[in-house]
C-alpha cells in the first residue's frame, strides 16, 4: 500500500518540547537528515547515532534572534526544513541581551522581547521551508494574580505570560515528548499531540494520532507531504517500506510482537544491506515500524472513532 503524495499542502512549523535528553533533536535530524540545524556547539552530536551529520548554522554567545531570524529567512530558500534547537535557551540568552540595554530598564525589557519573538515567530510561520522549534519543558503549576490561584498548564518553557501562549498559537503542531514503555520503538517515548487540560498540546496535521511514534517524517508522509530522502539515502525508504509491510502481514501490534518478526526477519535484512552503514540500516527499520504504526491508524481512523466516540 503506497502513501499518496500532494506537493501543494502548505510549509509545516512544528513545536516539540520536552525536558532535557529526551530525544528531541534526534528524532528531529532522523525526519529531515537534509535540514538545516540551528543550534549551538555540540547541538547535533546525538546525530553520530544515526551515521549522518547534518548541516548546522552555529549560535554563539553573541548571536541575537534577529539574526537568527534573517537565517531562516535566507536559509529557507536553500534547506527544505530548518531546526532551532534550543529555542527556550536562545530565549533565556536574548531577554539578557536586551536587559543589558540601560534603556530596558523593569518591564520594559520583557516587552521588547516580546516584540522580538514574534517578529522570529513569524519569519518561521512564513518560511519557504518546514521549520520546527526544539523546546524545553516548564511542568504544569498554579500561580498567584490580582490575589487569585491560577493553574497554568505544562508548555513548552520561555520566559514571560504572553509568550508560552502566543508562540504555540501560530505553530501546525505542539507535541509533548511522553514516556511510554510500550512504544512500538527502542526509544520508550511518543508524541502527545492529545487535547488535556495539564499541558498545551495539538495539531493541524490529520494523521497525527494522540500519542504517535516520534517521528515526524513519517507523520507528514502518512498526512500527504511528499520528503525525498537525504542524498545518498534513499534506499532508506525501501528498506522502511519492505519493514512496514511485513510488521502489518504479521498482524504485529505490540512490543512483544514485533520483537517476534524483527527476529524473525533481522538476518536477512543485514545480509541484504550487508554493504551498508548499520546504524543506516537500524534506522530504515525504525522508520518502517513507525510507518506501520500509522498506517494501521490511517486504516482504522473510522473504526477507532465509531469506538472511541
Not at 231 to 242: F, N, Q, R, T, V
Amino acid at each position: 500500500m503506497s502513501e499518496t503524495k500532494t506537493k501543494d499542502l502548505p510549509n509545516v512549523f512544528g513545536i516539540i518540547y520536552a525536558p532535557p535528553k529526551k530525544g528531541k533533536t534526534l528524532g528531529l535530524i532522523k525526519s529531515f537528515a537534509d535540514a538545516l540545524v540551528i543550534t549551538s556547539v555540540g547541538g547535533t552530536s546525538c546525530s553520530d547515532y544515526i551515521g549522518h551529520e547534518p548541516d548546522t548554522w552555529v549560535i554563539t554567545p553573541d548571536t541575537t534572534v534577529d539574526k537568527i531570524t534573517d537565517v531562516v529567512h535566507r536559509a529557507s530558500k536553500k534547506y527544505n526544513a530548518i531546526i532551532i534547537d534550543d529555542f527556550s535557551l536562545i530565549a533565556d540568552a536574548e531577554l539578557i541581551h536586551i536587559q543589558s540595554n540601560p534603556r530596558n530598564a523593569g518591564f520594559k525589557a520583557f516587552d521588547v522581547l516580546i516584540k522580538t519573538m514574534y517578529k522570529l515567530r513569524d519569519g518561521v510561520r512564513n518560511a519557504d521551508c518546514h521549520t520546527f522549534l526544539v523546546m524545553h519543558e516548564t511542568p504544569p503549576r498554579e500561580v498567584t494574580r490580582d490575589n487569585k490561584t491560577v493553574f497554568i498548564p505544562g508548555h513548552p518553557s520561555i520566559t514571560g505570560w504572553k509568550l508560552p501562549e502566543k508562540i504555540p498559537a501560530m505553530s501546525d503542531f505542539v507535541v509533548r515528548m511522553k514516556y511510554d514503555k510500550d512504544a512500538l520503538s527502542n526509544w520508550p517515548y511518543v508524541y502527545q499531540s492529545a487535547p488535556t487540560p495539564n499541558y498545551i498540546t495539538g495539531s493541524r496535521l490529520s494523521m497525527m494520532p494522540d500519542y504517535s511514534p516520534t517521528n515526524i517524517r513519517e507523520i507528514m508522509i502518512a498526512t500527504g507531504y511528499d520528503l525525498p530522502r537525504a542524498k545518498g539515502l534513499e534506499w532508506l525508504d525501501e528498506l522502511a517500506e519492505k519493514v512496514c509491510q511485513g510488521i502489518i502481514k504479521a498482524e504485529a501490534k505490540d512490543r512483544r510482537s514485533v520483537k517476534k518478526w524483527l527476529q524473525a526477519n533481522g538476518a536477512s535484512i543485514s545480509t541484504k544491506y550487508k554493504d551498508k552503514d548499520p546504524r543506516h540500516v537500524r534506522w530504515g527499520v525504525s522508520d518502517g515500524i513507525d510507518r506501520a504504526v500509522l498506517r494501521r491508524y490511517k486504516t482504522n481512523l473510522l473504526d477507532d472513532f465509531f469506538t472511541n466516540f
